[in-house]
């Protein structure tokens, strides 16, 4: 994943809209809604987005399942940027949510995609070509990241052409993505730790996963991907909504992975994992550097090594990914070949 990050963001040396294809200034220049048509973990990372692009670039974001966005009769605003994002650009779903949103009149279209030859690019004026590389295994993982990283300059090009993006901005955000290949080998160099706690994982049915902003769409990501590889039954919920329902299912056989970085809502999410001890489930909690979360009885925390601000889901995710992949080993299930899925679901 370091690498394929590097490569991603391979010459890009500053924030511009062409970063996404010739005539992206004006499409940009017009839009004032973004639409994101995606499926499985490619969902995700539009969610991910969502946080980004409306906090940073002040625009409003839907994004919709696409297996889903064309039985409903949703209201098509003309202005909108429709960006679909898939790994390989094949997936019918998406595909098909595409030609539905320009069927309603939205014409405005670009693709985050890994494959520059594929379906979903030639579908699309517009495209950002991820050099995640072929996947080794069915399951989404360095996809994801590097979609992730697509989208942070997404999201930096649309806040520049709407004059939200200052130059000291523009250097600052540039310079931490940069140093993303080098945050991520250090979390990659958590494994062991992360391996003792799959060995927890692999004795269990199910797992939840707790997030609150941002890092709420890689809680659900952390569990899609548990699910796929380990088989292990796991949700994912916003940790405020704890209380509304799924605190009947703690108890002590309960694991609970928390992503925690020290973010303005960390306090908040304190009280959650309050409620959770308080019920005897078992916390294990991905802080960073600059959380202060101890180990004690019944919470078990690993630090990040760096608070990584904006760009933070995409270290978590990796930690996610490893606790999953790790989970999958200790069970003996085929983590490249999982049982009744396919690389690109293009029917
Ligand atoms: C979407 C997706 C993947 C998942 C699996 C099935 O694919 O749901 O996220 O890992 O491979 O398909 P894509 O549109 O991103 O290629």
Redesign the pocket.
């Known amino acids: 994943q370091p690498r394929v990050i590097g490569d991603t963001l391979e010459g890009v040396t500053g924030i511009m809209p062409e970063l996404f294809g010739d005539g992206a200034y004006n499409v940009f220049k017009q839009i004032d809604r973004v639409l994101i048509l ?5 969902y995700y990372s539009g969610l991910t987005a969502k946080y980004w692009i409306e906090s940073v670039a002040k625009i409003p974001v839907n994004v919709e399942i696409a297996s889903e966005y064309r039985y409903r009769d949703s209201v098509p605003h003309p202005n909108t940027l429709v960006v679909t ?7 019918a779903d ?1 595909l098909a949510a595409l030609k539905h949103a320009r069927s309603l009149g939205m014409e405005h279209t670009l693709t985050i995609c890994n494959v520059a030859t594929s379906a979903m690019v030639r579908e699309c004026k517009l495209a950002y070509i991820t050099r995640a590389g072929v996947e080794v295994g ?3 993982t360095k ?1 994801f990241t590097t979609q992730l990283a697509a989208l942070f300059l997404l999201t930096l090009s649309l806040a520049q052409v709407n004059g939200l993006l200052s130059d000291a901005d523009e250097a600052a955000h540039l310079k931490a993505m940069r140093h993303l290949p080098v945050a991520i080998s250090s979390v990659l160099a958590l494994e062991p730790q992360i391996m003792a706690w799959a060995e927890d994982f692999a004795r269990k049915e199910n797992a939840l996963f707790l997030g609150r902003g941002m890092h709420y769409p890689i809680a659900l990501e952390g569990a899609l991907k548990l699910k ?1 590889i380990s088989y292990i039954h796991a949700e994912a919920y916003p940790a405020g909504e704890l209380k509304h329902g799924p605190l009947a299912l703690v108890t002590e056989e309960m694991p609970v992975v928390t992503i925690a970085p020290n973010d303005t809502l960390i306090e908040k999410l304190k009280s959650n994992m309050q409620e959770v001890r308080a019920r005897g489930g078992q916390l294990y909690v991905f802080a960073d550097v600059d959380s202060r979360i101890t180990s004690g009885e019944g919470l078990h925390v690993i630090r990040l090594p760096e608070h990584y601000g904006l760009l933070s889901p995409i270290l978590h995710v990796v930690s996610l990914q490893l606790l999953a992949y790790h989970a999958a080993l200790a069970r003996g299930t085929d983590v490249d070949k999982p049982r009744n ?5 293009t029917v």
């Open positions: 995606a499926c499985g973990t490619s994002i898939s790994q390989s650009g094949e997936t998406t069915v399951a989404s996809a796929e899925l396919a690389k690109s679901v």
